[in-house]
């Protein structure tokens, strides 16, 4: 089994900055695309940014010049260093990876769309 275990919400002031990590656990292969999204109250989920397994990175236009993902291959993790953090960030952030290969015993599986458990990021004004 795979899971995807996030780390570092909290709560900040406007204008502050935090890191998220979230780490693939189990006998992983590879992981495919990996990406953060997000759930404020009483809205949709929305993805704030997506990064290939090449690095290529993909953002949300809101978050664009703020918010940088990027990833560890080596240690399956991927990252989400959030700057000028402002209310409307405010919100749960989620995990998610596009696939998962690993090995289950002998045998390689695959899971798609796994996500993690979320981490509250509150901003105050």
């Known amino acids: 089994q795979v899971q995807l275990v996030e780390s570092g919400g909290g709560l900040v002031q406007a204008g502050k900055t935090l890191r998220l990590s979230c780490a693939a656990s189990?006998?992983?292969?590879?992981?495919?695309?990996m990406g953060w999204y997000r759930q404020a109250p009483d809205k949709q989920r929305e993805l704030v940014a997506t990064?290939?397994?090449?690095?290529?990175?993909n953002y949300a236009e809101s978050v664009k010049g703020r918010f940088t993902v990027s990833r560890d291959n080596d240690k399956n993790t991927v990252y989400l260093l959030m700057n000028n953090l402002k209310p409307e960030d405010t919100a749960v952030y989620y995990c998610n990876a596009g696939h998962v290969s690993y090995y289950s015993g002998s045998v390689l599986r695959r899971d798609f769309g796994s996500w993690g458990q979320g981490t509250q990021v509150t901003v105050s004004s």
């Open positions: 189990g006998r992983i292969f590879s992981v495919g695309d």
């Open positions: 990064i290939a397994p090449d690095g290529t990175a």
